[in-house]
């Protein structure tokens, strides 16, 4: 009775503790280094990166030079860059400690249900849930950047038609551009500003948002400031281009949405099912848990899952 009650104890410690750290991860005080603040407006080189006067936890934990490998790592990059392009305000080191908790929190839910200590690994599908979701959140930031291209390169024609240079005329788009082209083409215009090429500084918006589209505007703005030549006209023309293609791609997307809402449900069902029914009916899934021949056919379930997920995926996804 005294060891039932001494395992509650430590179990709820635990929980406590997990939640804490959530709290304190979600409501932290955000940093205030003069670096970390410029890089949200202008796009930092390799070597702005590494010379943090601060010293995080991770540097802390590891030292300054692995510290500065694991950042610059290219995961870690890309990683922070899905989060910007997300416009997800919480700092990478706290992103990481909240899935973390989580992960942990998941796990223990579900093993203090099932009594199992391998179906705690099913915490595990947290991170893949939250890097999922970055990525959505951040594919519906570059859509709506694409989706507004169009109306921003007509604004920008007729601002070169009124007489002003290219950087002018982007200055223009600015002022009643909706985000998230205002955000990204800001930083273009602040690169060229402290001394970073134009054509280099658009390429850093193409690359983080992915756009084709976009990269026809750095190839005219290229040309404009080396041959010079009716760089309205031309944009117009890429503008009409660039409608022509939007319209493509909403005929497909349409007809790709049944595929791609029955690959999200069929594969997050069999996960979110199994969770439930461990937590509400532990006894129904026990043998699923604490048997040789159970444990074998979970495994493959969440391989055939991750399987047909990623063949519906590939079905769907239709470059235009």
């Known amino acids: 009775m005294n060891s039932g009650v001494g395992a509650d104890i430590a179990l709820s410690v635990v929980v406590g503790g997990l939640i804490g750290l959530i709290v304190i991860v979600l409501t932290g005080e955000r940093s205030t280094d003069v670096a970390k603040r410029v890089s949200a407006y202008v796009t930092p080189t390799a070597e702005a990166l590494s010379l943090d006067p601060k010293r995080s936890l991770v540097e802390r934990a590891l030292g300054d030079k ?33 899935i973390l908790a989580l992960t942990a929190l998941v796990g223990w839910a579900v093993a203090a249900s099932t009594h199992s200590l391998p179906a705690a690994l099913l915490g595990l599908f947290v991170p893949v849930v939250a890097q999922q979701v970055v990525k959505f959140m951040a594919s519906r930031q570059r859509r709506a950047f694409a989706e507004q291209l169009p109306d921003n390169l007509a604004v920008l024609a007729s601002a070169m038609r009124a007489g002003q240079t290219f950087i002018g005329a982007l200055r223009s ?10 955000r990204e083409l800001s930083r273009a215009v602040l690169d060229e500003q402290i001394g970073v090429p134009l054509a280099e500084a ?3 918006v193409t690359e983080r948002m992915r756009s084709e589209d976009f990269g026809h505007v750095t190839i005219v703005a290229s040309l404009q400031r080396e041959t010079g030549g009716n760089t309205a006209e031309v944009i ?13 791609r909403r005929m497909v997307r349409g007809l790709t949405a049944q595929g791609r809402l029955s690959g999200g449900v069929l594969s997050l069902l069999p996960v979110g099912l199994l969770i439930l029914i461990s937590v509400v009916n532990p006894t129904y899934v026990h043998p699923l848990f604490h048997t040789t021949a159970g444990l074998a056919g979970l495994g493959v379930g969440i391989g055939l899952v991750i399987c047909g997920g990623l063949a519906i995926r590939k079905i769907v996804d239709i470059k235009v």
């Open 173 to 182: 788009v600015l002022e009643d551009a909706p985000e998230p082209s205002r």
């Open 66 to 98: 692995q510290a500065r490998q694991l950042a610059r790592s290219p995961r870690i990059v890309r990683i922070r860059v899905e989060m910007e392009v997300a416009d997800i305000k919480l700092p990478l080191e706290q992103f990481f400690l909240l």
């Open 202 to 204: 658009l390429t850093h």
């Open 236 to 248: 117009d023309m890429v503008a009409q281009t660039v409608r022509e293609r939007m319209e493509i």
